[in-house]
């Protein structure tokens, strides 16, 4: 049965290119949310973003770990801000050298560790923006062949954004989460 969910939801072999993903998320943020805007995440963005992780997701780190994420990674670091400064979402990644999901050799590849988006300023393509700034920086920046992330089984919303964005599900992780529940890791090659 969870293999014929993992088939419906692979969809075909094409992936779109990251700079028609760009074009698209720069589009949907001119038309949905002109008062925002994605940068490079500072050392001072941290507690916001720390903030935010512990406002939206049962998963939480400690404060040297997003130190961490941002000190090596930076330019995959992004955060969405309003127009008047504040922080309402972020995207953080790191790199890793390990075996890929699309080649039988390790590459670098670009690990989605968290994105979140505070409720209010959902719906208005932060969230499709920050992914792809970070995955455009991963391929850039990081030299990274792939990109993969986990999400929960149950978590639709984020399962259909990453699918957009060309992500496959490429496996099940069993009581991945702390509550027990399984992940899928989903990943696509770069650009």
């Known amino acids: 049965m969870i293999f014929d969910i993992i088939r419906s939801r692979r969809g075909g072999d094409e992936f779109p290119d990251i700079y028609e993903l760009y ?3 720069e589009k949907r943020l001119r038309s949905r949310a002109r008062d925002y805007r994605i940068r490079n995440a500072r050392e001072e963005d941290l507690e916001y973003v720390k903030m935010i992780n512990y406002k939206t997701l049962p998963e939480n780190y400690p404060s040297y770990f997003f130190h961490d994420l941002w000190s ?20 953080m990644c790191r790199v890793e050298l390990k075996p890929g999901f699309f080649k039988k050799f ?36 990081y030299n990274c062949g792939e990109t993969f992330l986990e999400v929960r089984v ?21 009581h991945y989460y702390l509550d027990g529940e399984d992940a899928y890791v989903m990943a696509r090659p770069l650009p």
């Open 154 to 174: 149950t978590n639709n919303p984020a399962i259909n954004l990453y699918t957009k964005l060309g992500y496959r599900i490429v496996k099940v992780i069993h």
């Open 72 to 91: 090596r990674y930076g330019k995959s670091f992004y955060v969405a801000e309003t127009i008047d400064g504040r922080i309402v979402g972020y995207v």
């Open 23 to 25: 074009r698209e998320a």
């Open 106 to 141: 390790l590459v670098r590849s670009g690990h989605i560790v968290s994105i979140a988006v505070l409720k209010d300023h959902r719906r208005r393509g932060l969230g499709y923006a920050l992914m792809v700034y970070a995955m455009k920086s991963l391929y850039e920046e």
